[in-house]
């Protein structure tokens, strides 16, 4: 290959992978049942507390009025938030059929060195908070769901957080298994749960159709004017009714839209308001401010069952957020906004089904602390929804930026729609505001940290890559030193990983000059991780001949792959490249430290990148590297 064929594989301008092939899908039977099991474990799990909670928050002004008052509430909250904003707005803004707030981030075009960057900083943030909301999801939950032994007998109640956490520590236990064979069975189970709910909430109904009156928004209007600050605080009660809002999103990639929508107002929607208004029915029917009133409406025989279909449903729902939860770290991860960690492919068929360990341990950790400390989903409810609140307002402030910048609206368009739900975004987040004392911190605190992590890491790449272009040297330069000074070429294979694209670099320039040989191969090996889902085959790799045995290979993944480089070269090998079997990996692994006329916050920052690059993940788990072809190169580097 000759040196003006400078590229004969470059990635395209967009490059379109599998995702948009499932975005593009009809809605099936099957991808409905999928998008049940995965997408709507948490708002359909919402029944189990959300009025509860209201009912505990108004006491005994929980009246007949109040009580009517509160379905409106929920009822038009799930048609604007979740019918509207999410199933019709946002679920249109995808990125090449990927969702999620970080898919959100990369439509807007925003840059670090750009005046827009604090969209990124939005984007970062919001999904730092959903692992607040993620630690919290599967403790309340299942906690609800075991309570509700206490409505046949008091003899379980001592033992209930005993039994939620043996339940919590089984589920985060068993992710290293994978969840191939068990997700084939979270549709239907879903299925039944939204089955069962939708006729207990019928028979409801049936004791008082006057219920239905709550469809009309001056109820809840009404209930929120009359009652002052009492009014505006059960707002953060209705709020738990829409806490899984952000999994459609996030889900998209999966599943496609048009399943997650169909499964939405076929399904999920009548059995959710059927129950919520089953609950109000027989609540008015037979007054009582202590009971659950989920369980209230199942007959006492049933309640047992109830009980254990309930707490499938809470599993499942804790598995979509954990999950969820691998594939974000994942693309922060290859986005570089995430320290490497280890990655295990649980799924020969999906590359979806991932397994993190750190990520599966430290969530564990905290869910079960929290569950223990907590108690009570009653005083689990007091920290639950401001984490995920805040990210609903980072979406929508996103979204109008995809409107006016993406999807070309006018300004009098774009701004009508975003202050109308703005502000019923920022009536959630001021009522979520007021549990700040009542636990509400633990999640924005978790969210900040992880954000601290985020851009600290960002920080510590950009500057590490910086002083590697600047020690860096033009290939002229550096071929014609090398046979200037007649460095030995020996026989063999070598692979460089670098950061720099255009140059030479200093892994390679330090090697040479204190080896005095090069093999008669060279490979500069450059990662890049697109802001697209995935990369295809043939838009794989970028080859450049820089010189006689010397060659530039760029290798593009998407933000949800996992990079195999071996695979990679093999593939550059049918392109020219002599790459051998026997090939070594050269990886440089940096001792950072902070120059002496940086600021305290400067030195703090560069102290914590330093400690994450220590403890990242190794190349060989990262690339896919063999161990026994990796030759790591330690360097000294002052920021």
């Given amino acids: 290959m000759s040196t003006s064929a400078a590229s004969v594989l470059k990635a395209p301008a967009h490059p379109a992978g599998d995702a948009e092939m499932i975005f593009a899908r009809p809605a099936t039977v099957s991808a409905g049942l999928l998008a049940l099991g995965i997408v709507y474990g948490d708002l359909g799990t919402s029944p189990l507390y959300s009025l509860q909670t209201i009912m505990q928050i108004m006491g005994d002004q929980f009246t007949r009025e109040a009580a009517l008052g509160s379905l409106s509430l929920v009822f038009w909250a799930l048609i604007i938030t979740i019918s509207i904003k999410y199933c019709f707005l946002v679920m249109r803004a995808d990125n090449h059929g990927e969702g999620g707030i970080l898919a959100l981030m990369t439509l807007t075009g925003a840059h670090w060195a750009g005046r827009d960057r604090w969209l990124i900083i939005m984007g970062l943030f919001g999904a730092a908070l959903i692992y607040g909301d993620g630690i919290l999801t599967p403790a309340i939950s299942v906690l609800s769901a075991v309570e509700g032994l ?336 007649n460095v030995a070429r020996v026989r063999g294979t070598a692979v460089f990983l670098t950061r720099v694209g255009e140059a030479i670099p200093p892994i390679m320039v330090n090697y040479v000059k204190r080896v005095g040989s090069l093999q008669e191969t060279v490979i500069c090996l450059t990662v890049s991780f697109e802001h697209v889902p995935r990369i295809r085959s043939k838009d794989r790799v970028r080859i450049e001949q820089l010189d006689d045995g010397f060659w530039h290979v760029t290798v593009h993944f998407g933000f949800v792959e996992i990079p195999n480089l071996p695979a990679v070269l093999a593939l550059a090998k049918k392109e020219g490249v002599p790459v051998l079997d026997k090939a070594s990996y050269y990886i440089e692994r940096g001792d950072f430290s902070s120059h002496k006329h940086r600021n305290l916050l400067a030195q703090c920052r560069i102290a914590l990148f330093s400690f994450m690059s220590r403890n990242s993940a190794h190349a060989i788990d990262r690339f896919k590297i063999p161990s026994s072809a990796l030759v790591e190169i330690g360097r000294r580097i002052e920021l």
Avoid: C
């Fill in 150 to 485: 206490n409505v046949a007998t008091d003899i379980f109640k001592p033992y209930a957080m005993l039994f939620a956490l043996v339940i919590l520590v089984g589920l985060f236990a068993i992710q290293k298994r994978g969840t191939g064979i068990i997700g084939k069975t979270f549709g239907p189970i879903m299925l039944t749960w939204f089955s069962t709910i939708a006729i207990l909430g019928l028979v409801g109904i049936v004791h008082h159709p006057h219920v239905l009156a709550a469809i009309n928004p001056v109820y809840g209007v009404r209930l929120v004017t009359e009652h002052g600050v009492l009014g505006f605080t059960l707002l953060g009660g209705v709020f738990l009714a829409l806490t899984g809002g952000e999994a459609l999103y996030a889900d998209m990639g999966h599943i496609g839209p048009n399943s997650i929508r169909t499964a939405w107002y076929g399904v999920v929607l009548p059995a959710l308001v059927l129950n919520y208004a089953g609950q109000i029915g027989n609540f008015l029917d037979v007054p009582d401010l202590e009971a659950n009133p989920f369980f209230k409406l199942a007959p006492t025989w049933s309640v047992y069952p109830l009980v254990a279909l309930a707490t499938l449903a809470t599993i499942i729902a804790s598995q979509a957020i954990i999950t969820g939860a691998f594939s974000m770290t994942r693309q922060a991860m290859q986005l570089g906004y995430f320290p490497g960690v280890r990655i295990r492919q649980t799924s020969a068929e999906e590359r979806g089904q991932i397994y993190i360990p750190f990520v599966n341990w430290t969530m564990m950790a905290f869910t079960v602390g929290l569950t223990a400390g907590f108690g009570s989903s009653e005083r689990l409810a007091g920290a639950y929804g401001t984490a995920v609140s805040t990210t609903m307002i980072l979406t929508t402030a996103l979204l109008y930026h995809v409107m006016r910048n993406r999807w070309q609206w006018t300004l009098w368009q774009a701004a009508t729609i975003t202050s109308i739900l703005l502000a019923i975004d920022l009536a959630f987040f001021s009522a979520n505001l007021l549990k700040i004392l009542d636990g509400g911190w633990i999640p924005l605190t978790f969210g900040l940290l992880l954000f601290v992590i985020m851009t600290t890491w960002h920080y510590g790449v950009e500057a590490t890559r910086r002083r590697n272009v600047a020690l860096s040297q033009q290939p002229a330069r550096f071929f014609a030193r090398l046979r200037k000074d």
